[in-house]
């Protein structure tokens, strides 16, 4: 199963563009890359997942390198709310493994 | 549609005694999962189902049990509760697994405590 290395915490200005990495570098051809967050003790939340192309949806944008070992998460304009854990997957048949997650602080 | 219910929402056990997890989705989802997440980690995954009658094992299955007698309901049963199952379970379901159809909805979660 291919699994996921992301920094342990992450600093952002309200406003300003969030970016966090992930790097993948044991995926397979066809395994898609998910992105969840977590917000305090809530049920994980989806926001977007890809297999080779870019893609964009109203919460985020995902960007994969072309190699598919990577891959970075882009929240464009971020607030307050978008404090959470943020976990990068990729996905194994029937399974879902989450690492640790990113802590992102988004700061006034 | 609500989604995918958990009952209860917190929960004191005794060392030694059993319970069960309900969960519920409404979706009409195949696929249904069990997770743990201790403090300070990720998700780990316990039980997963892909259909009525059909279980297997995910990451941490010892302790647990499960059954999907139906579509919408797979409860997860702690028999001989331990402290080290203290840990807040997460139920999650999808329409599919793998490709684009495999994004999975999670309920709010059951926070338990093993003393």
């Known amino acids: 199963d291919a699994k996921t290395t992301q920094p342990p915490s992450m600093d952002c200005a309200e406003g300003r563009a969030a970016n966090l990495p992930c790097n993948h570098s044991?995926?397979?051809?066809?395994?898609?890359v998910y992105w969840y967050r977590q917000i305090h003790s809530q049920g994980p939340q989806y926001i977007i997942h890809g297999l080779k192309n870019n893609e964009t949806n109203e919460m985020a944008s995902l960007i994969i390198t072309e190699d598919r070992k990577s891959s970075t998460l882009i929240l464009p304009h971020a607030t307050l709310r978008d404090t959470a854990v943020y976990y990068c997957?990729?996905?194994?048949?029937?399974?879902?493994?989450f690492g640790s997650g990113t802590k992102l602080n988004v700061k006034p | 549609n609500a989604g995918v219910t958990q009952t209860p929402k917190f929960r004191i056990l005794k060392i030694g005694q059993s319970m069960t997890l309900q969960c519920a989705q409404d979706m009409n989802h195949n696929y249904m999962y069990w997770y743990r997440q201790d403090p300070g980690m990720g998700l780990k995954l316990i039980y997963y189902?892909?259909?009525?009658?059909?279980?297997d094992k995910g990451e941490v299955p010892n302790g647990y049990n499960v059954s999907r007698s139906t579509t919408e309901d797979f409860p997860l049963r702690l028999e001989l509760a331990a402290p080290s199952q203290t840990s807040v379970y997460f139920c999650a379901s999808s329409y599919a697994s793998g490709g684009s159809q495999d994004t999975q909805y999670f309920g709010p979660g059951t926070r338990l405590t093993v003393l």
């Open positions: 997957i990729v996905r194994s048949p029937h399974k879902f493994y």
């Open positions: 044991t995926i397979s051809g066809n395994e898609y």
């Open positions: 189902s892909v259909g009525a009658g059909i279980t």
